[in-house]
């Protein structure tokens, strides 16, 4: 199977900058991208350089931007990038790193965003099993991060992310996935702190782009974060503007069944903060003057009593399970 | 008298399990300690195993039970005594797995689980799905970061550096910058891996070149039973890929083209579950015996269901699509067995200390020796966290006892022209070329069944390599990255692998374990229990041998 | 063509054109819609952050109203396609779950049986009306005008809740252009993040990801982009100018909503679509066209 792959390349002291080199292939019909690049690195020019290991997707370091999205190459098949009628496959290193030489990119924020978040059992010194016995730990109970298990560190969320794109501050869906692993941990002591400090790191700062929900081994960070952020409110971490944001968004919903979009960005900004709402009152009066600026309280639903209702009812429900039984929350996604 | 750049009391080079577990071991003896890695230590291939870790947990189980299968396992060529340690201290070390946060699955009261592993007289083999591994790698490598170690990532040692019979250090190359430095140590302790890329088609990642073997022969260490290459029997014809043991230990069949189980034939107490050379020799003899599909057998889980495979074999199930295009849901797999594991290694004692004063190995690249002529599964993994930690103490304790060596002068120059050499030859070889043709002498020539006329044509083909080699040119010749180099660097180690693989496998006219001839079909105890030792030369390996520190089991007929 | 129409709360809050739009269009093209104005907002994926029990609850009283009314439901927004459309299949897949809220439904009356599909206006364009019949529907073909199709993020991932598409290789947007008579613009932000939904979280971030956007649009020559969704376009279009200042850009890229476009194109008259209400004025870029 013929195959035209368009990689960028850069190898320092010789490139004044990247710049993009043609290859063309002839290979077996099953064969991936690595092996591509194998090929052409065994044959045509050995000074094509990237990072790979295990070529089968558990050591995670062959992730690069292929035709625009980031994946593993060595489980990507030629053929399944030429299917949608591409003639070529463009290669191009990870986003959000700065590349070394040609794919290999430097690492160094993403490792540390991964330390920030202090990956490492705490527990309580004083409730360690002795040296012969484990801790008791239910099934059920190592479910809750069975996910988060599977990340292989591999940054292809990180590199398609859209925030860890321009904020190099956000710790990226990989640092919070591997957070979320410790908080869920029965064994860990440190749940409230963890959370503070993942609000402190920015957990709200993920805008639900969902790009790392194609993360190739199913670890679905974007749940662990809305549940890293629903636990943060629960532990009563609640004076940030994300949880601010989360809470009022709900009470609105509460009142009428409908968004006050209006009266929410007056209360996050803060009824009293005169000089916050003096920053928005271009925005406003703009918005205002295009006949976008809804009166606080013009919308709701025919009927605000049923929603009243199911605000009473669920959270009833919850307050008695809770104190049945601790913690039934219903998760999102499947069996997550 | 050359200051090295860098110095640390304690050096560990390699970064994948029982490198990061001798570190942390050493740190917490307080002493300052490093480790340099070719890859980051994430991408070791420690985080490739699958199926599980060994231990005698169980409540109707006991560690001499575990002493015995892996002894037996061993084909009685380990030394017992260091399988006793192995063995002994496994539930103890399970536990502090589990105690730094490794989460093992569980049964319902919440204890670890175990599965059934090939060789064991009762399952003792505990697992995290089939991504244990992958799960204790990490859990490792974050208390090493929790603990303080130093880690020079993507560093590529080229040469260990040993006078007068003590190691000095190492010379690294940095990777990213290009810069070869000198690194002095008090104590080096290689964690290199195994060398299952000599061979072509093998379940080892890509890095797993066997460097340490290599540069600890060149440097004087002895290394042991480098003739005996595990050849896992479940791996995609497609490209080698691992399916773990523990599908068969959670009931998966093997079945020729009569859709016959045939391991009954050969094992008729174990079957499937047999030991991995038993298995591997079985499925060969079916294949060459015409009861093959397509040079494989086939590897059925369908009557497992989707359930159980989702939960206990999610990650075998993706492997099985991706490479060989069926759903074990719906279709058996195909296998055939494949280069796997490597039971020989740098030979050291039962603390991990080689004959090279201040030199010291843990790891599938050492010899210690537990596995003898044939690993068990679910014994490699236990051997790095017992055996690291064992390197790690001893190390630290060297280190404690003893001041830093004088680092020769020399040293690096002479690394530097090795490099400029291969910088500045025009010469027509080409990296690539010569490692497949490298392992494809491996598999004709030192396969599952081996024979002296075979032997001896596959280790004139390995000779001639290595002449070739010397005219090796390379067209990367920058300073940063430059993973060519690194691959002409391993390919040198892996030639020099390769040499002492043959010549011990010709040497050694008996069968044992893995290492199996037709023209020589018997175990011969009475002339072969003892480790083949190979000890450098210029003319090639000059092999010894080394008597088996025997115990309590005496060799008997090994059946499954 | 019958459909329960979820406007969500935007596009009757911050974006009326949007519904003024839809509705005008709906008319041209003969597709019934049913405002569900007893719906409330979806959740937006806030709500599930804080309680998700809460949003599907909230959702599945939505869906026994459109089961009740034996239709299905077509909405104007990616996030709420993106909530309906997970809290719909998650219902469907936990029966036990599916029984706890109907418990809850009950004193209202209603039940959830798990049959109603939620739909995209693009999709039910695409797919469900088709490009055929809207090919004979456009009497003032697009020609000759370069529209960046912002397809966004939640109207293709998470997979397992869209459905609809490859996110890695979406083309429903596309072809609706092409039908149009315009030109459709590959760009690199097609399928990235506009940053809606970190607005009034971090600002900066946000904005740097809608400049972002309309920068690689712009570079990409096209005239005007064009989104399914008024979150993004909130993000786009009204929060443009302010944006641009904060990032230093001097970027001015219209930005239509699809129900504008193909009303266009359907000879529908651009006061009727409320083209007026846009932030940026699409004038100049449309001259050619109109």
Same mark, same amino acid.
């Given at each position: 199977?013929?195959?035209?792959?368009?990689?960028?390349? @850069?190898?320092?002291?010789?490139?004044?900058? +990247?710049?993009?080199?043609? @290859?063309?292939?002839?290979?077996?019909?099953?064969?991936?991208?690595?092996?591509?690049?194998?090929?052409?690195?065994?044959?045509?020019?050995?000074?094509?350089? @990237?990072?790979?290991?295990?070529?089968?997707?558990?050591?995670?370091?062959?992730?690069?931007?292929?035709?625009?999205?980031?994946?593993?190459?060595?489980?990507?098949?030629?053929?399944?990038?030429?299917?949608?009628?591409?003639?070529?496959?463009?290669?191009? +290193?990870?986003?959000?790193?700065?590349?070394?030489?040609?794919?290999?990119?430097?690492?160094?924020?993403?490792?540390?965003?991964?330390?920030?978040?202090?990956?490492?059992?705490?527990?309580?010194?004083?409730?360690?099993?002795?040296?012969?016995?484990?801790?008791?730990?239910?099934?059920?109970?190592?479910?809750?991060?069975?996910?988060?298990?599977?990340?292989?560190?591999?940054?292809?969320?990180?590199?398609?992310?859209?925030?860890?794109?321009?904020?190099?501050?956000?710790?990226?869906? +990989?640092?919070?996935?591997?957070?979320?692993? @410790?908080?869920?941990?029965?064994?860990?002591?440190?749940?409230?702190?963890?959370?503070?400090? &993942?609000?402190?790191?920015?957990?709200?700062?993920?805008?639900?782009?969902?790009?790392?929900m194609e993360c190739p081994k199913h670890v679905d960070p974007a749940h662990a974060i809305a549940e890293l952020r629903r636990l943060s409110i629960e532990a009563g971490i609640t004076g940030n503007i994300g949880a601010k944001h989360s809470q009022q968004f709900t009470k609105s919903i509460g009142r009428g069944g409908r968004l006050d979009e209006t009266r929410l960005v007056l209360e996050l900004t803060g009824?009293?903060?005169?000089?916050?709402?003096?920053?928005?009152?271009?925005?406003?009066?703009?918005?205002?003057?295009?006949?976008?600026?809804? &009166?606080?309280?013009?919308?709701?639903?025919?009927?605000?009593?049923?929603?009243?209702?199911?605000?009473?009812?669920?959270?009833?429900?919850?307050?008695?399970?809770?104190?049945?039984?601790?913690?039934?929350?219903?998760?999102?996604?499947?069996?997550? | 008298?050359?200051?090295?750049?860098?110095?640390?009391?304690?050096?560990?080079?390699?970064?994948?399990?029982?490198?990061?577990?001798? %570190?942390?071991?050493?740190?917490?003896?307080?002493?300052?300690? %490093?480790?340099?890695?070719?890859? !980051?230590?994430?991408?070791?291939?420690?985080?490739?195993?699958?199926?599980?870790?060994?231990?005698?947990?169980?409540?109707?189980?006991?560690?001499?039970? !575990?002493?015995?299968?892996?002894?037996?396992?061993?084909?009685?060529?380990?030394?017992?005594?260091?399988?006793?340690?192995?063995?002994?201290?496994?539930?103890?070390? *399970?536990?502090?797995?589990?105690?730094?946060?490794?989460?093992?699955?569980?049964?319902?009261?919440?204890?670890?689980?175990?599965?059934?592993?090939?060789?064991?007289?009762?399952?003792?083999?505990?697992?995290?799905?089939?991504?244990?591994?992958?799960?204790?790698?990490?859990?490792?490598?974050?208390?090493?970061?929790?603990?303080?170690?130093?880690?020079?990532?993507?560093?590529?040692?080229?040469?260990? *550096?040993?006078?007068?019979?003590?190691?000095?250090?190492?010379?690294?190359?940095?990777?990213?910058?290009?810069?070869?430095?000198?690194?002095?140590?008090?104590?080096?302790?290689?964690?290199?891996?195994?060398?299952?890329?000599?061979?072509?088609?093998?379940?080892?990642?890509?890095?797993?070149?066997?460097?340490?073997?290599?540069?600890?022969?060149?440097?004087?260490?002895?290394?042991?039973?480098?003739?005996? *290459?595990?050849?896992?029997?479940?791996?995609?014809?497609?490209?080698?890929?691992?399916?773990?043991?523990?599908?068969?230990?959670?009931?998966?069949?093997?079945?020729?083209?009569?859709?016959?189980?045939?391991?009954?034939?050969?094992?008729?107490?174990?079957?499937?579950?047999?030991?991995?050379?038993?298995?591997?020799?079985?499925?060969?003899?079916?294949?060459?015996?015409?009861?093959?599909?397509?040079?494989?057998?086939?590897?059925?889980?369908?009557?497992?269901?989707?359930?159980?495979?989702?939960?206990?074999?999610?990650?075998?199930?993706?492997?099985?699509?991706?490479?060989?295009?069926?759903?074990?849901?719906?279709?058996?797999?195909?296998?055939?067995?494949?280069?796997?594991?490597?039971?020989?290694?740098?030979?050291?004692?039962?603390?991990?200390?080689?004959?090279?004063?201040?030199?010291?190995?843990?790891?599938?690249?050492?010899?210690?020796?537990?596995?003898?002529?044939?690993?068990?599964?679910?014994?490699?993994?236990?051997?790095?966290?017992?055996?690291?930690?064992?390197?790690?103490?001893?190390?630290?304790?060297?280190?404690?006892?003893?001041?830093?060596?004088?680092?020769?002068?020399?040293?690096?120059?002479?690394?530097?022209?090795?490099r400029a050499q291969l910088f500045s030859s025009h010469g027509k070889e080409k990296v690539g070329a010569l490692r497949d043709a490298m392992q494809a002498a491996m598999n004709a020539h030192f396969p599952i069944f081996r024979c002296e006329s075979q032997m001896k044509e596959g280790i004139q083909k390995l000779r001639d390599l290595r002449e070739r080699f010397a005219n090796v040119s390379l067209d990367d010749?920058?300073?940063?990255?430059?993973?060519?180099?690194?691959?002409?660097?391993?390919?040198?180690?892996?030639?020099?692998?390769?040499?002492?693989?043959?010549?011990?496998?010709?040497?050694?006219?008996?069968?044992?374990?893995? !290492?199996?001839?037709?023209?020589?079909?018997?175990?011969?105890?009475?002339?072969?229990?003892?480790?083949?030792?190979?000890?450098?030369?210029?003319?090639?390996?000059?092999?010894?041998?080394?008597?088996?520190?025997?115990?309590?089991?005496?060799?008997?007929?090994?059946?499954? | 063509?019958?459909?329960?129409?979820?406007?969500?709360?935007?596009?009757?809050?911050?974006?009326?054109?949007?519904?003024?739009?839809?509705?005008?269009?709906?008319?041209?093209?003969?597709?019934?819609?049913?405002?569900?104005?007893?719906?409330?907002?979806?959740?937006?994926?806030?709500?599930?952050?804080?309680?998700?029990?809460?949003?599907?609850?909230?959702?599945?009283?939505?869906?026994?109203?459109?089961?009740?009314?034996?239709?299905?439901?077509?909405?104007?927004?990616?996030? #709420?396609?993106?909530?309906?459309?997970?809290?719909?299949?998650?219902?469907?897949?936990?029966?036990?779950?599916?029984?706890?809220?109907?418990?809850?439904?009950?004193?209202?009356?209603?039940?959830?049986?798990?049959?109603?599909?939620?739909?995209?206006?693009?999709?039910?364009?695409?797919?469900?009306y088709g490009i055929e019949r809207l090919k004979e529907k456009v009497v003032h073909p697009l020609t000759g005008l370069r529209v960046a199709p912002y397809y966004g993020c939640q109207l293709l991932r998470p997979v397992e809740d869209t459905g609809f598409e490859d996110p890695d290789n979406p083309t429903s947007f596309d072809e609706l252009i092409l039908a149009l008579g315009a030109t459709p613009v590959d760009?690199?932000?097609?399928?990235?993040? #506009?940053?809606?939904?970190?607005?009034?979280?971090?600002?900066?971030?946000?904005?740097?990801?809608?400049?972002?956007?309309?920068?690689?649009?712009?570079?990409?020559?096209?005239?005007?982009?064009?989104?399914?969704?008024?979150? #993004?376009?909130?993000?786009?279009?009204?929060?443009?100018?302010?944006?641009?200042?904060?990032?230093?850009?001097?970027?001015?890229?219209?930005?239509?909503?699809?129900?504008?476009?193909?009303?266009?194109?359907?000879?529908?008259?651009?006061?009727?679509?409320?083209?007026?209400?846009?932030?940026?004025?699409?004038?100049?870029?449309?001259?050619?066209?109109?």
């Amino acid at each position: 199977m013929k195959s035209t792959f368009v990689i960028q390349r @850069y190898v320092p002291g010789k490139d004044a900058a +990247p710049h993009f080199e043609r @290859y063309e292939l002839d290979l077996w019909d099953e064969a991936t991208i690595l092996d591509g690049l194998n090929y052409i690195k065994d044959n045509e020019d050995d000074s094509l350089s @990237y990072r790979r290991a295990c070529r089968h997707a558990i050591c995670g370091s062959c992730a690069m931007v292929v035709n625009g999205y980031t994946k593993l190459v060595c489980t990507t098949p030629i053929a399944s990038e030429l299917k949608s009628g591409r003639s070529e496959i463009r290669i191009a +290193p990870l986003r959000a790193m700065k590349p070394i030489k040609d794919l290999v990119v430097d690492m160094s924020a993403f490792w540390q965003h991964f330390r920030d978040v202090e990956p490492w059992l705490q527990p309580d010194e004083a409730a360690v099993p002795g040296p012969n016995e484990e801790y008791r730990v239910t099934p059920e109970q190592i479910a809750a991060s069975r996910k988060d298990l599977n990340c292989i560190l591999c940054a292809v969320c990180f590199s398609d992310c859209g925030v860890v794109e321009v904020d190099p501050h956000f710790p990226g869906p +990989p640092a919070l996935a591997k957070a979320h692993r @410790y908080v869920m941990d029965p064994r860990d002591d440190k749940r409230k702190e963890r959370l503070q400090r &993942l609000v402190d790191l920015g957990v709200w700062d993920c805008a639900h782009a969902y790009n790392c929900m194609e993360c190739p081994k199913h670890v679905d960070p974007a749940h662990a974060i809305a549940e890293l952020r629903r636990l943060s409110i629960e532990a009563g971490i609640t004076g940030n503007i994300g949880a601010k944001h989360s809470q009022q968004f709900t009470k609105s919903i509460g009142r009428g069944g409908r968004l006050d979009e209006t009266r929410l960005v007056l209360e996050l900004t803060g009824i009293t903060n005169v000089a916050g709402q003096i920053r928005n009152a271009p925005q406003g009066t703009r918005m205002l003057l295009k006949g976008k600026l809804p &009166l606080p309280m013009h919308q709701k639903v025919d009927n605000p009593k049923e929603v009243h209702r199911i605000f009473k009812a669920v959270n009833a429900g919850q307050q008695a399970d809770n104190q049945k039984d601790g913690n039934v929350q219903v998760t999102s996604g499947s069996g997550r | 008298m050359v200051n090295a750049a860098i110095q640390h009391e304690v050096l560990v080079v390699g970064a994948g399990l029982a490198g990061l577990r001798a %570190a942390v071991a050493a740190r917490q003896a307080g002493v300052d300690t %490093a480790i340099l890695s070719k890859v !980051h230590p994430m991408r070791s291939h420690s985080g490739a195993a699958q199926g599980g870790i060994n231990a005698a947990i169980g409540k109707d189980d006991n560690w001499e039970n !575990h002493w015995f299968d892996t002894v037996k396992g061993s084909d009685y060529l380990a030394d017992q005594d260091a399988a006793e340690i192995l063995t002994r201290s496994a539930p103890e070390n *399970i536990y502090e797995l589990e105690h730094q946060g490794v989460l093992f699955s569980r049964w319902q009261d919440g204890r670890i689980a175990t599965r059934p592993f090939g060789g064991a007289g009762v399952p003792r083999t505990c697992f995290v799905a089939d991504i244990t591994g992958h799960v204790i790698l990490q859990t490792v490598y974050e208390q090493a970061i929790k603990n303080g170690v130093t880690v020079y990532e993507e560093f590529f040692v080229v040469s260990l *550096i040993v006078e007068d019979n003590v190691c000095r250090g190492v010379i690294a190359l940095d990777i990213i910058s290009g810069k070869l430095s000198a690194i002095r140590a008090k104590a080096v302790v290689f964690a290199m891996g195994g060398s299952g890329r000599v061979f072509f088609k093998s379940t080892n990642s890509l890095v797993s070149t066997g460097d340490g073997v290599a540069l600890a022969y060149l440097a004087g260490a002895p290394v042991e039973d480098m003739e005996f *290459i595990q050849f896992h029997p479940t791996t995609l014809a497609a490209n080698g890929v691992l399916i773990t043991e523990g599908a068969r230990g959670e009931g998966a069949y093997l079945l020729n083209s009569e859709g016959e189980r045939f391991m009954f034939k050969y094992a008729p107490s174990k079957g499937e579950l047999a030991s991995r050379d038993v298995v591997a020799r079985a499925e060969t003899t079916e294949i060459l015996e015409g009861r093959g599909v397509n040079g494989c057998v086939m590897l059925d889980l369908r009557h497992l269901g989707e359930a159980r495979i989702q939960e206990r074999l999610p990650q075998i199930r993706e492997l099985a699509i991706d490479f060989a295009g069926v759903d074990p849901v719906d279709s058996p797999i195909p296998i055939k067995p494949g280069a796997h594991y490597t039971m020989g290694g740098i030979r050291v004692d039962k603390t991990c200390a080689s004959p090279v004063a201040g030199f010291f190995a843990a790891g599938e690249c050492s010899a210690v020796s537990v596995h003898g002529a044939n690993r068990l599964g679910g014994n490699s993994l236990l051997e790095t966290v017992v055996f690291g930690k064992i390197a790690g103490t001893s190390a630290a304790a060297y280190a404690t006892e003893h001041d830093f060596s004088a680092f020769p002068d020399e040293a690096l120059a002479t690394q530097e022209d090795r490099r400029a050499q291969l910088f500045s030859s025009h010469g027509k070889e080409k990296v690539g070329a010569l490692r497949d043709a490298m392992q494809a002498a491996m598999n004709a020539h030192f396969p599952i069944f081996r024979c002296e006329s075979q032997m001896k044509e596959g280790i004139q083909k390995l000779r001639d390599l290595r002449e070739r080699f010397a005219n090796v040119s390379l067209d990367d010749t920058s300073m940063v990255f430059n993973t060519a180099l690194t691959e002409a660097y391993e390919l040198d180690a892996m030639l020099d692998q390769a040499q002492i693989i043959a010549v011990g496998a010709l040497a050694r006219t008996e069968s044992r374990g893995a !290492h199996a001839r037709t023209d020589f079909k018997d175990r011969d105890d009475q002339n072969w229990l003892k480790h083949t030792v190979a000890t450098y030369s210029p003319e090639g390996p000059v092999l010894t041998y080394e008597p088996v520190t025997m115990g309590k089991f005496q060799p008997m007929e090994r059946v499954y | 063509m019958k459909y329960a129409y979820f406007t969500g709360c935007v596009a009757k809050g911050t974006c009326p054109e949007l519904h003024h739009s839809t509705v005008a269009l709906a008319k041209v093209l003969g597709i019934e819609l049913w405002e569900m104005t007893d719906a409330s907002c979806c959740g937006a994926g806030v709500i599930h952050d804080e309680n998700p029990e809460l949003q599907i609850t909230l959702n599945a009283r939505t869906f026994a109203m459109a089961e009740a009314a034996g239709m299905d439901i077509v909405n104007i927004c990616s996030t #709420c396609q993106q909530n309906l459309g997970h809290d719909n299949r998650v219902l469907r897949e936990n029966p036990a779950l599916l029984d706890r809220v109907n418990r809850v439904l009950a004193d209202s009356g209603l039940h959830y049986s798990g049959n109603v599909q939620v739909k995209n206006l693009l999709w039910v364009l695409v797919s469900d009306y088709g490009i055929e019949r809207l090919k004979e529907k456009v009497v003032h073909p697009l020609t000759g005008l370069r529209v960046a199709p912002y397809y966004g993020c939640q109207l293709l991932r998470p997979v397992e809740d869209t459905g609809f598409e490859d996110p890695d290789n979406p083309t429903s947007f596309d072809e609706l252009i092409l039908a149009l008579g315009a030109t459709p613009v590959d760009y690199p932000g097609k399928t990235r993040c #506009c940053g809606f939904h970190i607005l009034t979280v971090n600002e900066n971030t946000s904005t740097k990801m809608a400049v972002k956007r309309l920068e690689e649009a712009r570079d990409a020559a096209a005239d005007i982009m064009a989104t399914p969704c008024p979150l #993004c376009h909130t993000s786009l279009d009204a929060y443009q100018p302010r944006a641009a200042r904060m990032q230093g850009s001097g970027v001015r890229m219209p930005v239509l909503h699809v129900s504008q476009l193909v009303g266009l194109a359907c000879g529908i008259d651009p006061g009727v679509l409320k083209l007026g209400q846009l932030m940026v004025s699409p004038q100049a870029a449309l001259s050619g066209v109109l």
